[in-house]
């Protein structure tokens, strides 16, 4: 494989992830079963994880910069009378950010020197970016590293919130946040594939284009890969 640099997709000219071409949707593969996505299963599948290997761990590199260890919340809301009704919570970056400007993500950031652990930076770039308080938050697990092309060397760490949460948005860093249904991202029916080619180096990654009323978000690159990866882990 070349080792040449692939420049990041949003830098390339007239680029736009929702205009690119489906070359595949996964609708042949089993969504995970709704029991399954309770809270009290998904703390079961932590505490004995299967055997599984993800299907992304690595993005093709595009940027020529030091690798960073970085962490990111997987918040999932469980709502609904029997907390039934798990939902993620994501945001929208604003359109100023040096990286991944404008795309949704998860809560998160670089790790600090003061932080514990990786599950500590989650937690604290969740209260620094959307305001989520710990004591809503009950991280249950973490997945395996998942290195974006940007080199930052991410561990999501997934956590089960109370619906009752109280967010304050920090505007430098968030535009908007918002719920999508788990059981929607756990489907791989609404798991598009993406191909592009650019001076002879191919770049692949997943979207699931999430749509409700007249609210449409664009779900694609690096956080597509890691709940891709959190699909495989769950139907292990």
């Known amino acids: 494989m070349s080792s040449k640099a692939f420049p990041s997709l949003t830098s390339l000219p007239n680029f736009d992830p929702r205009r690119s071409p489906v070359i595949g ?3 042949h593969l089993p969504p995970v079963p709704r029991e399954q996505l309770s809270a009290a299963a998904l703390q079961r599948r932590f505490d004995a994880p299967p055997v599984w290997v993800p299907e992304i761990a690595r993005e093709r590199r595009f940027a020529n910069r030091e690798p960073t260890e970085a962490s990111v919340l997987i918040p999932i809301v469980m709502r609904g009378a029997a907390r039934d009704q798990p939902r993620v919570l994501l945001t929208q970056r ?4 040096s990286t991944h400007s ?5 809560p998160g950031g670089k790790v600090d020197a003061t932080d ?3 599950r500590a930076t989650a937690l604290r770039e969740a209260q ?3 305001g989520l308080a710990a004591r809503y938050v009950d991280v249950i697990g973490t997945l395996p590293v998942y290195v974006t092309g940007t080199a930052f060397i991410v561990t999501p760490v997934v956590a089960l919130v109370q619906p009752d949460y109280e967010l304050q948005i920090n505007p430098h860093e968030v535009d908007d946040a918002f719920e999508v249904p788990l059981d929607f991202l756990m489907n791989p029916a609404n798991h598009h594939r993406h191909a592009v080619e650019w001076e002879g180096l191919r770049r692949e990654w997943f979207s699931m284009p999430y749509r409700n009323g007249d609210e449409d978000r664009f779900i694609w690159g690096a956080t597509a890969g890691m709940l891709r990866n959190f699909y495989r882990f769950l139907s292990a």
């Open 25 to 27: 949707i996964d609708r």
């Open 94 to 97: 604003t359109a100023h950010l």
């Open 102 to 106: 404008g795309q949704i993500a998860f």
């Open 116 to 118: 514990a652990d990786a």
């Open 128 to 130: 620094e970016e959307v």
